[in-house]
């Protein structure tokens, strides 16, 4: 195994994450270059040898081009595979298309089962992706995937940044409610869920609280958080039930269209993301939001990959 | 038609899908395109594939990386809705090229930002810095320090200092010397002067790092095999496509792969529109494409020339142990020596040629241009494939009319303009543009003019494929006489 180190790739755009990473595992970022056609093709180098070495491509694909960025890492891989890598390990924290994992509609594409297809055939040997959307997606690949939780972090922060002994952990729709249940016992917290009928994507019909919130700090916990229209009228249930206050702690904070607008209009105190979306621009525009750092866990997993070890421990604990 | 045939076009160019329904007798079934507000591409397909011949029209055009996303969901979706066979059309093919990177006289490639500035010429060539590895010495260790950062403007800042330049050769004469850059980016002071090392750390850093790096530690992807196995991966059992730059890229794919050919509507064109063609002559504009229109040529029995871009790295020239000099006995007039050619002289020969440098942050690589084969007096037809930043034949096209051509007809299947191609090609002295409507052309004719633009339908021709591949019959005739 000789000559056989750990190589940080990232993209030249959202490199926020790579560079916390590749600060805490001491690895400094590959040299690397994306080279743009004015009509949107992407050709990509490296700046110095990959051959026999083992290869971390870290992305951040938040809203907006999200297809430029896949692209991006497609031929990312491809190029190390090519340039002779001896294993490619792609850490996607926010899985793209995560949310199309089903055909829920006749004829509707399942684009998570095609990203799966796509990342193994440009030569994708390991796939580190952090709280997917569900987590069956992990067998749409013919690769290892390891599904980190971004929970043992956000115990963290609800430990130190909330009074917790007067919180309540709040699931805003059913599927959610196995996650919240989670860190509702990790916290030895209550429980409660909002009932929540969808009428279409990204749009928000009609919500039942599930449970007694009254004078708690209610947290609601997500996986995702889009246009917040969502947290938003959750907000608005809860305080209507007369809770103390209400925060939301979601792992991907996409935060697209106009969901800094919902949010500054809205009653939540605070909406806290973890840091695998790209969103410190809009941390400008948006006072209420706050940052949940994943860079440990993530480069606490890289180390054990690439030793060797288990990963299943960072499921339950926060490295130090 | 046989109702077994399902067309799906994509939005890239709405206008090519109805023409080839048109064509086809067959209306395109609905799907609907559109995104998440996250920027994920959503689809939703309308009517039933079940045990359908589906085929995708999508041209790789518009945002290249979105239309290229949403054709492979679409096949995805209909591949996973039980279609019994999808094949991608796909008029203009996006990443068959290979990027246009300038490269140092090793063959690594240098890596810099697109400028966006300083390309209003119209006979501005492509930038080509080159690594001056031999007359920098620093102790700075290669690659330290991100050597990525503002490469490009490192280079230059290398430049405008007094960087030795070798002079040249003393004995010019033979056609082929090349020629320094005029201009006030060299040091013109005169004089033999030592050789002051450049004031720039960083770009001595830079400089040395792709001279000790060059050919050897720098790649560039090639995306070919990666976009092949993508389809191949989205489900698509067959690819329709039109004018590959490689020929050797349906090799890339496990499926067919159908590559149409523009050159039956090219000479049908040459032939019907270009008055006096037979006395025309049919010109590359670069060496690659020769094979291209000497095939226009042979068929329509037209005359053939060649333009011949050489780009010598000074470097190269030169004793080995001449001490370097800065610039200043440069001549800033061209070097070529103008040998009118003999009367009746064949046809072949080395007509003019004229020598174009590259523009200032290229001072160590030099071009030269020459045409191959004669044009005075004649009408020129220049053949390509396609046409991007449209510096090729703009510049082909002012030689063009320097060596005494009366008119010049620029031919390309696919009209990519990117930049401002479309500018340059106005101020040009190109008297007609026609290119193919594989990729939409409004904009072209809108900058251009309806007088300065021909636009050649291949709708027929994808029709006609489309037609043929779903009754099973043969389609080469399609390659000879077109449709």
């Known amino acids: 195994m000789a000559n056989n180190s750990i190589k940080l790739l990232a993209p030249d755009v959202h490199r926020g994450l790579a560079e916390l990473v590749s600060k805490r595992l001491g690895v400094p970022l590959t040299d690397c270059k994306i080279i743009r056609d004015p009509t949107g093709e992407v050709s990509f180098s490296i700046g110095e040898s990959v051959r026999d070495q083992d290869i971390f491509i870290i992305t951040q694909i938040g809203s907006g081009v999200v297809n430029d960025r896949v692209l991006e890492l497609l031929i990312m891989i491809n190029a190390s595979k090519t340039a002779s890598a001896r294993r490619i390990t792609a850490i996607i924290p926010n899985f793209p298309y995560a949310r199309q994992d089903r055909k829920d509609k006749s004829r509707a594409p399942i684009t998570a089962k095609l990203m799966a297809d796509m990342l193994t055939t440009a030569g994708c040997d390991h796939v580190i992706t952090m709280d997917l959307h569900a987590s069956q997606i992990q067998g749409f690949f013919d690769v290892p995937v390891d599904n980190l939780y971004a929970e043992p972090s956000v115990v963290r922060y609800i430990k130190e940044n909330v009074k917790y002994d007067e919180a309540i952990i709040i699931s805003p729709d059913a599927g959610g409610a196995k996650r919240a249940a989670g860190l509702a016992d990790r916290l030895d917290l209550n429980f409660a869920l909002i009932h929540k009928e969808r009428a279409r994507a990204n749009e928000v019909s009609r919500m039942v609280l599930v449970g007694d919130v009254t004078g708690k700090i209610c947290i609601i916990v997500d996986d995702m958080a889009d246009t917040c229209g969502t947290l938003a009228k959750a907000a608005e249930i809860l305080l209507e039930n007369r809770a103390q206050s209400v925060i939301a702690i979601v792992t991907h904070g996409v935060l697209s269209g106009n969901a800094i607008n919902n949010i500054n209009n809205s009653k939540l105190d605070r909406v806290v993301c973890t840091n695998t979306v790209p969103f410190e621009d809009k941390m400008k525009l948006c006072p209420k939001l706050d940052v949940i750092d994943i860079s440990g866990v993530l480069a606490e997993s890289i180390r054990r990959l690439h030793n060797g070890e288990s990963i299943s421990y960072l499921f339950k604990h926060y490295p130090l | ?483």
């Open chain 2, 1 to 483: 038609m046989s109702n077994n045939l399902v067309i799906f076009g994509g939005d890239s160019h709405p206008k090519l899908v109805a023409q080839i329904c048109a064509q086809l007798d067959v209306q395109p079934s609905k799907v609907e395109l559109g995104k998440f507000s996250n920027g994920e591409t959503s689809i939703a397909v309308k009517s039933s594939v079940r045990e359908k011949d589906v085929y995708v029209i999508q041209s790789g055009c518009g945002h290249v990386n979105d239309t290229f996303m949403q054709l492979l969901i679409l096949i995805s979706a209909c591949k996973s809705a039980s279609a019994s066979r999808v094949t991608a059309v796909i008029p203009y093919f996006c990443y068959s090229r290979q990027p246009d990177i300038p490269y140092t006289a090793k063959g690594a490639p240098i890596i810099s930002q697109r400028k966006s500035s300083g390309s209003a010429s119209a006979s501005t060539p492509a930038a080509t810095p080159t690594a001056g590895g031999k007359t920098v010495t620093t102790t700075q260790r290669p690659g330290a320090d991100s050597p990525f950062k503002s490469l490009d403007s490192a280079i230059r800042s290398t430049i405008q200092s007094p960087t030795p330049v070798r002079p040249p050769p003393t004995t010019v004469g033979s056609s082929r010397i090349p020629m320094i850059p005029e201009g006030g980016k060299l040091n013109r002071s005169g004089g033999q002067q030592t050789p002051q090392p450049p004031s720039s750390t960083s770009a001595e850093a830079e400089e040395l790092f792709n001279a000790q790096n060059a050919g050897y530690k720098l790649w560039v992807v090639q995306a070919g095999t990666l976009i092949a196995n993508l389809l191949t991966a989205a489900g698509a059992d067959h690819v329709i496509t039109m004018d590959l730059h490689d020929r050797q890229f349906p090799g890339f794919f496990d499926v067919p792969v159908d590559n149409l050919y523009c050159k039956p509507l090219v000479q049908n064109y040459i032939h019907h529109c270009i008055p006096g063609y037979r006395d025309a002559v049919v010109v590359s504009p670069d060496a690659g494409g020769a094979k291209r229109a000497t095939a226009v040529a042979d068929a329509l029995e037209l005359s053939f020339a060649m333009i011949h871009k050489e780009r010598r790295s000074q470097l190269l020239k030169g004793p080995p142990d001449a001490t370097l000099t800065s610039g200043a006995d440069i001549p800033s007039k061209p070097l070529l020596q103008h040998n009118p050619p003999p009367a009746g002289a064949p046809a072949l020969h080395r007509s003019g040629s004229s020598s174009s440098v590259s523009s200032a942050s290229s001072s160590k690589f030099v071009q030269t241009t020459m045409i191959v084969g004669d044009v005075r007096g004649k009408t020129c037809i220049l053949v390509d494939d396609l046409v991007d930043t449209s510096y090729t034949i703009t510049r082909a096209a002012v030689l063009l009319k320097d060596q005494g051509a009366t008119a010049v007809y620029a031919i390309a299947t696919h009209g990519v303009f990117s930049g401002d191609a479309l500018e340059r090609i106005k101020r040009s002295p190109i008297d007609k543009i026609v290119v193919s409507n594989t990729i939409p052309q409004e904009r072209t004719l809108a900058v251009l003019g309806k007088h300065r633009v021909d636009i050649l339908d291949v709708s027929r021709v994808f029709g006609e494929a489309i037609r043929r591949i779903h009754n099973g019959e043969s389609i080469s005739m399609l390659f000879e006489y077109g449709w």
